[in-house]
């Protein structure tokens, strides 16, 4: 069998869907989170993944942090310094930065926006908290 066709192939061990896959429109159908002002999220969160659209606006900071999820950040469009453990870059579109569990990190736009993507493994916690508040899920 060639790479691409065990790559494509149905998983042998079979397996019943949890739930039904969902299209969905990020600006209109997404919960809206914001933590510190100008700086939005929008998670879709799924069992077992988050993926998190995120809006920085102009001079707007995620503050140096920790967490047990695994991350993955990759830029869209514009511009962000993001502090991995103490190292700085400035991130632009097509670059990408991973965060393992407990690296301590954060970002910050200077005079320009970022759209960027976060990926989460396991969802986001906080996050995922945040979201059931806000829309009046329980636990």
């Known amino acids: 069998m060639t790479e691409a066709r065990r790559y494509f192939a149905l998983d042998p061990a079979g397996g019943t869907p949890i739930e039904p896959g969902a299209f969905l429109d990020i600006e209109s159908e997404l919960p809206v989170v914001e933590f510190v002002a100008g700086l939005v999220f929008r998670p879709v969160i799924g069992?077992?993944?988050m993926v998190n659209f995120v809006r920085y606006e102009p001079d707007t900071e995620a503050p140096v942090h920790a967490h047990e999820e695994e991350q993955v950040t990759f830029v869209v469009s514009g511009e962000f310094e993001f502090d991995l453990d103490g190292e700085v870059r400035v991130m632009r579109p097509?670059?990408?930065?991973?965060?393992?569990p407990w690296v301590p990190h954060g970002a910050r736009?200077?005079?320009t926006t970022c759209q960027e993507i976060d990926v989460f493994a396991?969802?986001?916690a906080v996050l995922v908290e945040a979201v059931r508040?806000?829309?009046?899920?329980?636990g």
């Open 109 to 111: 736009t200077r005079d």
């Open 94 to 100: 097509g670059m990408a930065v991973w965060v393992p």
């Open 122 to 124: 396991p969802p986001r």
């Open 133 to 138: 508040a806000s829309t009046g899920q329980e």
């Open 47 to 49: 069992q077992r993944v």
